[in-house]
């Protein structure tokens, strides 16, 4: 069975069908418990960086822009190759969740992070 690398809100319940379950985001989501996000890995070093995250600011129209400047701070970010790694290895084992707490399912960085990752590992 080939598994799955997917993105979901983090405001969304937990599922064994998440697998492995990696929070995307560099602050932590307001009004979320430690526990009830039953995450496995807490993923900063790979989130966009804050000048970045505030311009772009969840706005539509920035959305182009900031996925081309955050696939470029993914590409000179030491950080992303050992991150590639271990979701290579976590994918080998079972699905992969991705998880955001921006309110756009069409409009955040997990969209671009997922693309990314997909490029990365030919999935």
Avoid at 25 to 33: A, F, K, Q, V
Avoid at 74 to 81: G, K, M, Q, T
Wanted: charged fraction near 35%.
């Amino acid at each position: 069975m080939k598994h799955s690398l997917k993105i979901k809100r983090i405001y969304e319940e937990a599922s064994p069908e998440d697998g492995f379950r990696i929070l995307t985001d560099r602050l932590w989501p307001r009004g979320i418990s430690k526990e009830r996000a039953e995450i496995d890995l807490w993923a900063k070093e790979i989130t966009p960086s804050t000048p970045l995250r505030k311009w772009f600011g969840h706005k539509a129209e920035n959305f182009e822009d900031f996925g081309k400047s955050y696939r470029r701070e993914l590409d000179e970010n030491p950080s992303s190759e050992p991150f590639v790694r271990r979701v290579a290895a976590e994918l080998e084992k079972g699905n992969v969740t991705l998880l955001y707490a921006a309110k756009d399912p069409s409009c955040n960085h997990a969209l671009i992070l997922q693309s990314w990752l997909e490029g990365r590992l030919s999935i």
